[in-house]
C-alpha cells in the first residue's frame, strides 16, 4: 500500500488549492480518506480518540442492512419465478434475478446521490460527507421493484437537495432523506407507487392465471370480511411466510426476520437506540391491539391481529432503520421513548383507518421527524426548569 | 459518617503505561517555571526581571486586576528567563535553581487571606462558574477539596499527603466560607477529616472533576460562586500557616505506553521536562508526544522546552502516529483499535486490558451526528448537546438555563474523546465560558 499512497500523495497538489484540478478537490478528498484514514493528530483538547468515526458508523449501518438487501433480492427473483410459472430455478437464479432486478436502482440512487454530495461539498469547500452511503441504499430498498430509474433520479435529487443539502448537509437535515424520496415517489407518482402492478417484477413475461401482484397490506385495504390474504397465486399466506417476507412489497422491507438480524448488528454495536425501536414497537403493538379489538367491517385492516401487522409491510423497516437515524429522531432519552411510541402508534392508525394508504410507516416516521424537536425542546424545558428552580430556592 | 455517591455514567480508557508505585527523587532539574496560562482569570504581570534573587514564595507574576495575587517561584534561585510570545504575552517565567532554599521573607508581612494570595496558593485555587482562580472580593458558597484524580494513568493524590496539615489547611478554609467545606475522596481510601464533610465517590473516570463532585454534592447555581482546589493545595495552606513554610515539592507520575518505565518522580512544581524525563522515553521510531497532565486535559509539550504544568502532577508519553497511514481505516479488523462502541474486534478480548493509544483523531470533523453518545459519559443533569449547541449559537440565556455554570472543559474531556464527529468540545466549551464571562461582567 505504501506505493499506492506515495502515488497518490504525488497527484494531490493537483486537487488543492491553485492546482490544475481545483475544482475536483471534494472528490479527489473524498477518494483519498476512503482509501486511507487521514493521520491528522489532535491539536486542542483530548489527545487520545475513540477509533469510531463516521464511516465507520455509516459503514456498520449498511453492514446491518445488507441481509435484508439480499434477502430482498432472492425474494425478487423468487415473486417473479412464482408469478410466472417457472419451477425448478435453483438459489442462485432467483437471487440473480433479483439481483440484476434491483441493480440499476441502487446504482441510479447511489450515482445521483453522492453525484449531488460531491457538487455540494465542493462548492461548500467541505470534505465529502458519509450520510448518503446509507440512504443511498436505503432508497431503492423501501421502493417498488419496478420503480423507473429515471423516476428514482428525480426523487433523490430532489430530496438530497431539498430535504439536506439546503439546510446544511448530514447532520442539519430534519426529515430522514430516503423517506422524503419515497413520499415524493409516492405522492407524484403514484399509479407506479401503489396498486397490484409494481411490486412483482414480471420483466415482460406473461403472468400465470389468477396471479395478483398486490401487497398483503394492499389487499387487506380492499377486502371483505372473512377474507385471507394471499400471496401472488392467490394461496393463504401463512405467518411464517409473513415472518420471513415471502410476498411482495418494496422489495428490501419484507422479511421481518432479517431485519432483526440487522436491528441486532445495530443495537450490539451501539450504533442505533434501543430505545426507540423498544417504544415503537410496543406502541405499534398497542394500537394495533386496540384496533383489533373495536374490530370495524368498515375498516377491514383492523381485522389482522396485532403481531401480524408488526410482521407486515414497512413498518419494522422503518422502526429499525429509519426511526433511528439519529439526526432527525429526538436526541433526548425520555424524547425517544416519546418519539418511538408515536410512531408505531401513528403508522397504525393510519394503516388502520385510512384505506387510501395502505402503509403508514412511512408518513408516521415524517410526521414524527416534524415533530422530534419539539418533543426535545418539551424534555430540555423541564430540565431547564428544574434548574430554575433550585436557583430560586436559596433567595425565597 | 461520610456520604458516598457512585458516579454511573463514565469512562476509565485503559491507557498503557500505568506508573509503578517506585519513586525516584528527581535532583538533576535546576530550571523551574511558571506559565501563566495555566491560571486564567486574571491578566498576569511579570514582577521580576532576568537575574532578579528569588525565593521560594517570591512573587514572580502579579495580577493586574488585584496585585496581591501572586503567581510565586517555586525555588529559590535566579529568574532566568520571562518567555515572551505573540503580542509580548509571556509565555513563562523560568527560575534556576540555587543550593540554598529558603521561604521568600516578605510573605511574614500576611496574614490569613492576603498571606494566601501573596504565596500564590489562592492562584491554585479555582471557582465555578468559568472555571478560572477565583475573583478576589467574592466569598465563596463552599469550598470543595479533591483528594483523587480519575483522569487514565493519574497518580494517587493522597501517598504523599501529610494528613495534619491537610486538616489544619481545612480548618484555614473553613474560615473563609459560610457554607461547608466538602473533602471528596476516592472508594476504599481512609482519608477523612473533621472540619470537612467527607464524600466518597467512586473511581470511575470523571467522578475525579471536581464539577461532577460539586454537581452531585451541591450543584452551582447562577450567582453562586464555590472555589475548589486539590488537597495538595489544601496542605500547602496547612503548611504555611501552622509551620510557617511553603514547599512547592510535588509527586509525579510518568506514564504512558512511550514511557520507558512508568514510576513516579519526587520533583518540584513546574520542573524543566528536558531533565525530568531524561532517560524517560522510550527509544521508538515514531515522534512521541509529550503531555504534561493525562491524555484528556493535558498540555503539548516541547520535550526540550517544556515544563511540567499546573495543575498537572502527570506526564503522559504517546506516539504521535502522524505517519501511519492506514489503508481503509474504516473497514479495519484491528484488535489494536479501541472503541467504546463494539464496531472494531477489540471489544472481544475486553476492553479492560491496556491499548496503546497514539494521537491520530481517526476520522474526519462531522457536524453532530450520533446522539446520546455524550450523555454516556457525562454525569451531570445537563444536556451536553443542547448547551454546546447554544455556546455554538453564542446565546448566553440559552447558556445559563442549560447549566453553563456547573461546568468546565475538563467535563466535557470525555464526551471529547468517544465523538464520533470528532469535534472539539473543549475548545468549544473555554470559548463559551470567556464569551459568557466577557459579556456578563
Known sequence: MKGLKKKIDQIKPKFEKGGKFEKLHSVFDGFYTFLFTPNETSRSGVHIHDSNDSKRTMIIVVLALLPCCLFGMWNVGYQHFLATGETGKNFLELFFYGFFAVLPQILTAYIVGLGIEFVVAQMRGHEIQEGFLVSGILIPMICPVDTPCWMLAVAVAFAVIFAKEVFGGTGYNFLNVALVTRAFLFFSYPSKMSGDGVFVSLGNQPAVDGFSGATPLGELASMAPGDQMTNVLGDPLSFTDIFFGLYPGSWGETSTFCILIGALILLFTGMANWRIMLSGIVGAFLMALVANNWMSDLYPATALDPLTQLCLGGFMFAIVFMATDPVTACRTTAGKYIYGFLIGVVTMIIRCYNAGYPEGAMLAVLLLNCFAPLIDHCVVSLNIRKRMKRAEIPNS | ?441
Not at chain 2, 505573540?86 to 523560568?94: A, D, L, P
Not at chain 2, 495538595?232 to 511553603?246: V, Y
Open chain 2, 1 to 441: 459518617m461520610s456520604k458516598s455517591i457512585q458516579i454511573k455514567k463514565g469512562l476509565n480508557i485503559p491507557i498503557a503505561g500505568a506508573a509503578d508505585s517506585r519513586t525516584t527523587i528527581d535532583d538533576s532539574t535546576r530550571l523551574f517555571a511558571v506559565c501563566p496560562d495555566d491560571f486564567p482569570g486574571y491578566t498576569w504581570k511579570a514582577a521580576v526581571k532576568p537575574g532578579d534573587k528569588v525565593e521560594i514564595g517570591s512573587t514572580l507574576l502579579f495580577a493586574k486586576e488585584a496585585d496581591i495575587i501572586s503567581l510565586s517561584s517555586p525555588v529559590s534561585g535566579t529568574v532566568k528567563e520571562i518567555k515572551r510570545g505573540e503580542r509580548r504575552k509571556i509565555e513563562y517565567i523560568s527560575v534556576e535553581f540555587s543550593e540554598n532554599q529558603s521561604l521568600d521573607n516578605q510573605l511574614k508581612n500576611f496574614k490569613g487571606l492576603d498571606l494566601i494570595k501573596k504565596s500564590g496558593l489562592f492562584a491554585m485555587m479555582r471557582q465555578r462558574p468559568f472555571d478560572i482562580v477565583p475573583a478576589s472580593e467574592v466569598m465563596p458558597r463552599d469550598i470543595f477539596v479533591t483528594a483523587f484524580d480519575s483522569a487514565p494513568l493519574a497518580p494517587v493524590l493522597t501517598q504523599s499527603i501529610d494528613r495534619n496539615l491537610l486538616e489544619e489547611g481545612l480548618k484555614v478554609l473553613k474560615g473563609f466560607t459560610k457554607g461547608s467545606v466538602y473533602l471528596s475522596v476516592a472508594e476504599g481510601d481512609s482519608l477523612s477529616s473533621n472540619v470537612a464533610e467527607t464524600v466518597v465517590f467512586n473511581n470511575l473516570h470523571p467522578a475525579g472533576n471536581v464539577g461532577v463532585q460539586i454537581a452531585n454534592i451541591k450543584p452551582v447555581n447562577k450567582g453562586e460562586t464555590v472555589w475548589t482546589l486539590s488537597i495538595k493545595t489544601a496542605e500547602r495552606i496547612g503548611r504555611l500557616f501552622t509551620q510557617n513554610t511553603l514547599s512547592f515539592e510535588t509527586i509525579v507520575a510518568i506514564t504512558g505506553p512511550d514511557a520507558k518505565n512508568p514510576h513516579l518522580v519526587k520533583t518540584r512544581d513546574g520542573a524543566s521536562l528536558a531533565t525530568l524525563l531524561k532517560g524517560e522515553i522510550k527509544e521508538t521510531e515514531e515522534k512521541v508526544r509529550v503531555i504534561s497532565g493525562n491524555v484528556l486535559t493535558g498540555i503539548k509539550e516541547n520535550v526540550q522546552t517544556g515544563f511540567l504544568r499546573f495543575p498537572y502532577r502527570q506526564i503522559t508519553l504517546i506516539d504521535e502516529g502522524d505517519h501511519a497511514d492506514e489503508f481503509m481505516g474504516w473497514a479495519s479488523m484491528n484488535p489494536k483499535k479501541f472503541s467504546v462502541k463494539r464496531s472494531f474486534p477489540a471489544f472481544l478480548a475486553g476492553l479492560s486490558k491496556p491499548f496503546n493509544f497514539d494521537a491520530r483523531i481517526k476520522g474526519g470533523h462531522r457536524a453532530m451526528i450520533l446522539s446520546g453518545e455524550y450523555d454516556k459519559v457525562f454525569p451531570f443533569d445537563i444536556y451536553p448537546e443542547y448547551l454546546l449547541k447554544a455556546i455554538y449559537a453564542k446565546d448566553i440565556e440559552k447558556m445559563e438555563k442549560l447549566g453553563i455554570y456547573e461546568v468546565a472543559p475538563e467535563d466535557f474531556a470525555l464526551p471529547e474523546f468517544v465523538d464520533t464527529s470528532k469535534n472539539e468540545l473543549q475548545k468549544a466549551v473555554r470559548e463559551g465560558l470567556d464569551y459568557l464571562r466577557k459579556e456578563t461582567l
